[in-house]
T-cell receptor, first 113, second 115 residues
Framework: AQSVTQLGSHVSVSEGALVLLRCNYS??????LFWYVQYPNQGLQLLLK??????LVKGINGFEAEFKKSETSFHLTKPSAHMSDAAEYFC???????????FGGGTRLMVKP | DGGITQSPKYLFRKEGQNVTLSCEQN?????MYWYRQDPGQGLRLIYY???????QKGDIAEGYSVSREKKESFPLTVTSAQKNPTAFYLC??????????????FGPGTRLTVL
């Protein structure tokens, strides 16, 4: 069975600083990987996804993520945080039976002025 | 505009009552999903449907029921058998339920509180 682990339930950065949100997956088969963002009391919005091919994936709002098979990781980064990036971020993996999504526990990003 | 709508946004339930959460999509997607979100636990799959008149249990189906009589609609009933129903409920859809790497699109959610 798939499992997804997001290290750090809360991450705080200063405005303009690098954002790094960590995601590791556990799977015998390399899965398809997704990052979603959720603003308070709203649904989830897709930031980016990895399927095949280039391991560095660019998404919306300046975010990108790199698939590293050897490390079973798919960390999300953004060079310079903006106040509007404050939200909860979810990593998810798809693969295995039924192609269902398995979500990590989420990381709440706080951006300090 | 195409999208997913959920209603109501907030719902209050008394102990022992059944309540139904609405989910409608006009994206012409075949597959629809219901997730439950609790703080610190991410999203957990309750039920999913890959095609009209068919649905499967997810990881936490006990105390919930669904129907899929129309392609665009996938209502979720939270029954009195669900012992801890207070949570944020999210509905999602995707083009198909079997396509690899199909993106799931989410509705705005319904927050259910048991009084």
């Amino acid at each position: 069975a798939q499992s997804v682990t997001q290290l750090g339930s809360h991450v705080s950065v200063s405005e303009g600083a690098l954002v790094l949100l960590r995601c590791n997956y556990s799977s015998s088969v390399p899965p398809y990987l997704f990052w979603y963002v959720q603003y308070p009391n709203q649904g989830l919005q897709l930031l980016l996804k990895y399927t095949t091919g280039a391991t560095l994936v660019k998404g919306i709002n300046g975010f990108e993520a790199e698939f590293k098979k050897s490390e079973t990781s798919f960390h999300l980064t953004k060079p310079s945080a903006h106040m509007s990036d404050a939200a909860e971020y979810f990593c998810a993996a798809q693969g295995g039976a039924g192609n269902m999504l398995t979500f990590g526990g989420g990381t709440r990003l706080m951006v300090k002025p | 505009d195409g999208g997913i709508t959920q209603s109501p946004k907030y719902l209050f339930r008394k102990e022992g009552q059944n309540v139904t959460l609405s989910c409608e999509q006009n994206l012409n997607h075949d597959a629809m999903y219901w997730y439950r979100q609790d703080p610190g636990q991410g999203l957990r799959l309750i039920y999913y449907s890959q095609i009209v008149n068919d649905f499967q249990k997810g990881d936490i189906a006990e105390g919930y029921s669904v129907s899929r009589e129309k392609k665009e609609s996938f209502p979720l009933t939270v029954t009195s058998a669900q012992k801890n129903p207070t949570a944020f409920y999210l509905c999602a859809s995707s083009i198909s339920g079997t396509g690899l790497a199909d993106t799931q699109y989410f509705g705005p959610g319904t927050r259910l509180t048991v009084l």
